[in-house]
């Protein structure tokens, strides 16, 4: 009945954001079969989860366009382009309520269903414009988990090659007694580790933003402090490549934001910068205040970016897996998580860069309390 969907992923990745609805959700496979409801279902129609996946989408809707085979409905639409109709729906009590029913044709691992959505007419919220926000919000869904399996797939994969490769030379050279290299190579399998985790709290995090998990909660905070932690953190990295770091801020600038997030955006900003530089190269973090708040720069003279790349940096549809001057893998995640932190704090961060020369990433937060102002360098 599910057509090779594996519904405990289909579950968990809609589950919080159908849920959400105040519209009946139902995913159908093309003969009408139901696969997945929402709660709203449940409590409009009276059935439980139950019962409505033991039926067709024919036993719950009668009238208006609804034949037996629902891909002979959407036959004349495009994958993801919806239409609507007015038909009735049945409760468990026997009654039927006139609603107006939505059905989208959408593709899932290359496989076609149909979301339908349904929502009574006498219910004096716009039943055109509402309900096209929410099908607007599936189809981000969809194409965003797609992206993540693809994501997971290719990087993780790399990550893991890379961690057995290196673990197979440190057995060989203990067998064979020669101790030579190991520590370069224990080196190596401490940045792939790294890069895992890195990576691994890029994916929680994204996905704790999409299923609206992850709490906003500004406070004021020092900057400098935050800074010095996430220098702190990739000290490592910054010896490995001869890195040399400079932070130009004032010593007690602060800023209304969210602690977690504003350290999650600095930390990856700043490993980026450290991964496009050249060996014995410089990185430099200037906080300045301007009129529209305290603007955080991050500034290195490394690869740069080329031109065409810049204006889909941080556009989820345009996925850019680009190594670092020592091949360090890079997934892009980082970038769409910093993206999107920053424009829940109201603003907007911006790339600028120059293929061979270096690039530059800045935003702007809003303004904390001030104190002094005294030049402070690292």
């Known amino acids: 009945m599910t057509g090779g969907v594996d519904m405990r992923k289909m579950e968990a990745f809609y589950g919080n954001s159908a849920d959400r609805l105040v519209d009946v959700f139902c995913l159908n496979d093309i003969e009408g079969n139901l696969l997945e409801v929402n709660k709203a279902a449940t409590v409009q129609t009276g059935y439980s989860k139950e019962e409505l996946l033991q039926m067709k989408v024919f036993?719950?809707?009668?009238?208006?366009?609804?034949?037996?085979?629902?891909?002979?409905?959407?036959?004349?639409?495009?994958?993801?382009?919806?239409?609507?109709?007015?038909?009735?729906r049945k409760s468990k009590d026997g009654s039927f309520l006139p609603v107006m029913l939505t059905l989208v044709p959408i593709h899932i691992e290359n496989q076609k269903y149909i979301v339908v959505l349904s929502r009574g007419v006498d219910n004096h919220q716009p039943v055109v414009e509402a309900p096209s926000k929410n099908y607007a919000r599936l189809r981000e869904l969809i194409s965003t988990k797609d992206k993540f399996f693809s994501i997971i797939a290719h990087d993780m994969k790399n990550i893991f090659n890379g961690l057995i490769n290196i673990s197979e030379l440190l057995v060989f050279q203990?067998?064979?007694?020669?101790?030579?290299?190991?520590?370069?190579?224990?080196?190596?399998?401490?940045e792939a580790a790294k890069t895992g985790y890195a990576l691994l709290e890029n994916l929680l995090e994204w996905a704790r933003v999409q299923t609206g998990q992850l709490k906003y909660t500004p406070v004021y905070l020092s900057v400098h402090d935050i800074i010095q932690r996430v220098i702190d953190t990739l000290?490592?990295?910054?010896?490995?490549?001869d890195i040399d770091i400079n932070v130009l801020i004032e010593s007690d600038v602060r800023v209304f934001a969210d602690g977690n997030m504003l350290e999650t955006v600095i930390r990856n900003l700043l490993s980026n910068a450290i991964k496009f530089s050249y060996p014995g190269g410089s990185v430099k973090i200037l906080v300045q205040h301007t009129a529209g708040g305290v603007k955080l720069s991050?500034?290195?003279?490394?690869?740069?970016?080329?031109?065409?790349?810049?204006?889909?940096?941080?556009?989820?549809?345009?996925?850019?897996?680009?190594?670092?001057?020592?091949?360090?893998?890079?997934?892009?995640?980082?970038?769409?998580?910093c993206n999107e932190f920053i424009h829940m704090h109201g603003g907007e961060i911006v790339a600028t860069s120059e293929e061979g020369?270096?690039?530059?990433?800045?935003?702007?937060?809003?303004?904390?309390?001030?104190?002094?102002?005294?030049?402070?360098?690292h």
């Not at 000290?235 to 490549?241: H, Q, T, Y």
């Not at 500034?299 to 204006?311: C, M, N, T, Y």
């Open 59 to 88: 036993d719950l809707y009668s009238g208006g366009l609804l034949t037996g085979n629902l891909l002979k409905c959407c036959e004349k639409q495009a994958v993801d382009q919806s239409f609507l109709f007015e038909a009735k």
């Open 174 to 190: 203990v067998k064979s007694r020669d101790y030579i290299h190991m520590g370069e190579y224990c080196n190596f399998l401490h």
């Open 235 to 241: 000290e490592v990295s910054l010896r490995v490549k």
């Open 298 to 337: 991050f500034i290195d003279s490394g690869v740069g970016i080329k031109k065409e790349h810049l204006p889909t940096l941080f556009n989820m549809d345009c996925h850019h897996h680009i190594p670092g001057t020592n091949n360090e893998p890079g997934t892009g995640l980082g970038l769409l998580l």
């Open 357 to 377: 020369k270096g690039s530059t990433f800045y935003f702007t937060l809003p303004h904390g309390r001030r104190s002094r102002s005294k030049k402070c360098w």
